[in-house]
């Protein structure tokens, strides 16, 4: 005889209750796993749709303010192309995309565009890769999704995401007014500053200055605006959490030559948005801890009201009060791991079978949430027991035994 | 051995304050054998219990070997119990879900007795009550008198030096109420004092003294044989 085999034995000897409890706590941690996990992906689908909002940090020459920006960043001053390098090797956390630019007027059939040199992803990569270190080693951002490698890249994201993977010197990308008003179409030739580039793509329309811009390889446009590597701005999608955990301060201190600004409102919405979801979800938690407590807790001041002649025959015997406390703890703890495991496992699977249908979005197994289900449930299990099996430690035994 | 001095119970109940058992003495010698008689509600099961160290009284001392046992915390009592003390009850009050041998293994490993002396003395303990062809069978599978025959078996388990046995025959057949108390006498004859309730006229007979209890008050004891000092 073991303690063990005391509790194991009594959980099957009441097989109704037991399936009754055990499925409040199965039910109780499917639910919490299953929104945690749609949670979780829903959160990245959000982040990843606020990062489509546009850049949210703007790194400019100290004389620029953020108007001379919005003015098609054609402010004339320049910082240099190196902070990019810094940037990317830096250790910073949170820094989605950068996207270095230089901007130069050009004209083309009587008209003024913006040409813009722009710095695609491949090239940051590389450089991290130098190093062995830097941002883009690290796994992607709270607002980056992983994508397929073999997925071939759509240039027109270049609007949401302020980047691009790859750009060839000879290629260019045109804004939708520039494509309107050359009557330009994807593989046509256009040139510029004397120079001929293919279009690769024509850019959506965004109702904002991009659609009067081309852009190009930034090194090509430096040559041909003859200005030597330097930019005007760089974009910074920077994770909104490391924004209010004060990435832009680190970013000032890593280039103190350099002006740093938030653009409040994008942050802001993204911050906001996040703070939702993650109180959404410690809502959902709370509920169904304090619903599956309150039936735990139930469960087990049954049972040891159910159990009071065997309390009183245990303590005749000279068990104590405190073994008494161990072995209904012991029971809480068996069925809080079982119904955490088992929570798991279902909860993994309702959510990726209803994630995609309710929260459109693809629902991966997440194994650290088995660690979550186990210690909430056990916790839950024990938390709501621990009052009813001090009630059984605390039985008068004479009493037990004289009302039978 | 155990002896009780002015004990008195009282308690509620429903705002009227019932006397359970009123002023007792008494002494029982290492080895005695004592059936405590009287009708129902006068204070027998109050006395036994007490005598377990199960119910304080209201005034009192409780003593066995010179201890007061109520002067010792609920904890401490319960290591004496499993020491000293072995019961028996009316309904046997078997763990429903444990198995002959599990129920006997049951005090063995409250004393922290490790797993295979504990089967070998259980299987010993089943094999003396003649129940050693139902090791494996729960309460349940057992008839009454097979199932108190597993409950004396487990009173046996940590070799107690007192019985305390709450009407023992009092759900059994003549016959196998015979057999209890014959169990009973022998284990009294290998040294053990029993303290038994009891409402059987022929079981109390065969005890050595006999003690009656009316209205929470020792009225008598068995003067041709008498070693019990009734105050």
């Excluded at chain 1, 949401?160 to 010197?169: A, E, P």
Aim: with cysteine.
């Amino acid at each position: 005889m073991r303690m063990r085999t005391l509790v194991w034995r009594e959980i099957f000897e009441r097989k109704s209750q037991l399936i009754t409890s055990f499925l409040a706590i199965l039910l109780g941690i499917t639910v919490i796993v299953s929104i945690e996990n749609i949670t979780f992906y829903s959160e990245k689908a959000v982040a990843r749709e606020m990062d489509s909002l546009g850049a949210n940090v703007l790194i400019l020459p100290k004389s620029v303010t953020l108007q001379d920006y919005y003015a098609a960043d054609m402010q004339g001053e320049t910082i240099p192309e190196e902070y990019v390098t810094q940037l990317a090797m830096s250790d910073l956390e949170g820094l989605d995309n950068l996207s270095p630019k230089l901007s130069v007027p050009v004209e083309v059939e009587g008209r003024s565009f913006t040409l813009t040199g722009i710095l695609p992803k491949s090239e940051f990569q590389a450089k991290a890769a130098w190093a062995g270190a830097g941002i883009f080693s690290r796994p992607a951002g709270c607002g980056a999704m992983p994508t397929l490698a073999f997925v071939g890249e759509d240039k027109k994201t270049l609007v949401r995401q302020r980047v691009i993977d790859n750009l060839t010197s000879e290629e260019v990308l045109v804004g939708a007014d520039v494509a309107s008003a050359l009557r330009l179409k994807e593989g046509d030739r256009l040139t510029l500053l004397g120079q001929s580039f293919s279009v690769t793509a024509t850019l959506p329309q965004t109702g904002t200055i991009d659609d009067s811009r081309v852009f190009a390889h930034l090194h090509r446009v430096q040559e041909l605006a003859g200005k030597g590597p330097v930019i005007n701005a760089i974009e910074v999608v920077g994770c909104c959490q490391e924004i209010s955990k004060g990435l832009v301060a680190k970013i000032n201190a890593l280039l103190p030559d350099a002006k740093v600004v938030t653009i409040t409102q994008i942050a802001d919405a993204q911050i906001r948005m996040n703070a939702l979801m993650s109180r959404l979800s410690t809502v959902f938690l709370a509920i169904i801890v304090c619903v599956g407590g309150a039936g735990i807790a139930n469960y087990m001041y049954a049972n040891v009201h159910e159990r009071r002649r065997e309390i009183g025959t245990l303590m005749s015997l000279g068990a104590t009060s405190f073994l008494i406390l161990r072995i209904f703890l012991l029971k809480a703890l068996l069925l809080g791991i079982a119904g955490g495991v088992g929570g798991y496992l279902l909860g993994t699977i309702l959510a990726a079978v209803l994630g995609p249908k309710l929260a459109g979005v693809p629902v991966l197994p997440m194994p650290m949430l088995a660690l979550l289900a186990i210690l909430i449930s056990s916790g839950l299990a024990l938390a709501a027991s621990y009052f009813p099996a001090r009630r059984a430690a605390r039985l008068d035994p004479s009493a037990t035994l004289q009302e039978i | 051995m155990l002896r009780m001095e002015s004990v008195s119970k009282q308690y509620r109940h429903r705002g009227q304050v019932v006397t359970a058992l009123n002023d007792a003495s008494l002494t029982i010698g290492k080895g005695d054998f004592v059936s405590v008689v009287g009708p129902s509600g006068s204070g027998k099961s109050t006395l036994l219990l007490m005598l377990g160290g199960m119910l304080s009284p209201t005034s009192g001392r409780v003593l066995l070997d010179a201890q007061s046992i109520y002067d010792l915390s609920s904890d401490r009592r319960a290591r004496l119990r499993k020491r000293r003390i072995g019961f028996v009850f009316q309904t046997f009050n078997l763990v429903p879900y444990l198995t002959a041998r599990e129920n006997v293994e049951l005090p063995l490993y409250l004393s922290a007795v490790e797993p295979g002396a504990q089967r070998e003395r259980a299987i010993a303990l089943l094999e003396r009550v003649g129940l050693g062809e139902r090791l494996h069978h729960k309460p349940c599978e057992l008839s009454v008198g097979q199932q108190q025959r597993v409950a004396l078996a487990r009173m046996l388990a940590n070799d107690p030096a007192v019985v305390l046995a709450d009407e023992p025959t009092g759900n059994l057949d003549p016959e196998t109420s015979r057999q209890v108390i014959g169990f009973l006498d022998e284990i009294n004859r290998e040294g053990k004092t029993i303290v038994m309730v009891t409402h059987d006229p022929r079981a109390a007979e065969r005890a050595k003294r006999t003690l009656r209890l009316k209205e929470g008050r020792i009225v008598a004891g068995d003067t041709a044989r008498e070693r019990l000092h009734v105050a």
